[in-house]
């Protein structure tokens, strides 16, 4: 008798050091990943400037299967 596996493990995020734009205001919070940063650079939530910093995140998911 077999026992089926209990649905599909989710696999464990890949940290990885990923470059963000920060906002540079104290009381903002706004950052966003390099790839996904405006043209300008500028805080999506209160329109100061941003400054490059690594952040540990998890790796983003590809839409694509590089591998097939
Ligand atoms: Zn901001």
Redesign the pocket.
Known sequence: MYFAKKGIEEPAPIIENTVVYA?E?DS?N?WMREEFATVDRS?P??N?GMKQEVRELPQIKVEYNAYS
């Open positions: 906002c205001a903002c706004g805080c939530l209160c100061s």
